[in-house]
């Protein structure tokens, strides 16, 4: 069992930026892929990022080139490091533990869920 928490939302004006973390509550975190979903009012949750266990790193079409992903091992902690941000970037964002990367690079989400962090996108 993973214990997941995200922090660093908030509001920022379009065009800045803000970092998330996911924090883990097991070393074994280490082991697992770990990907950022986000979600807006009305509309389904989307992948946004992965990082494999063996800092594999993908993307989604909408934040490539914009968000980076990385990890520190030695604090358990997942960070999503949000450039250029537009106001269609505002949603909830969710990390996750425990899926699977296809050999194309895709993750499919496994069943640790954190409670999510609102990071609002307006001037």
């Known amino acids: 069992q993973v214990h997941l928490v995200e922090s660093g939302g908030g509001l920022v004006q379009p065009g800045g930026s803000l970092r998330l973390s996911c924090a883990a509550s097991?070393?074994?975190?280490?082991?697992?892929?770990i990907g950022w979903y986000r979600q807006a009012p009305g509309k389904q949750r989307d992948f946004v990022a992965r990082?494999?266990?063996?800092?594999?790193?993908y993307y989604g079409d909408v934040v490539r080139g914009r968000f980076t992903i990385s990890r520190d091992i030695a604090k358990n902690t997942v960070y999503l490091q949000m450039n250029s941000l537009r106001p269609e970037d505002t949603a909830v964002y969710f990390c996750?533990?425990?899926?699977?990367?296809?050999?194309?690079?895709?993750?499919?989400?496994?069943?640790?869920w954190g409670q999510g962090t609102q990071v609002t996108v307006s001037s």
């Open positions: 990082i494999s266990s063996g800092g594999g790193i």
């Open positions: 097991d070393r074994s975190f280490r082991l697992y892929a």
């Open positions: 996750n533990a425990g899926g699977l990367v296809s050999s194309s690079g895709s993750y499919s989400p496994g069943d640790y």
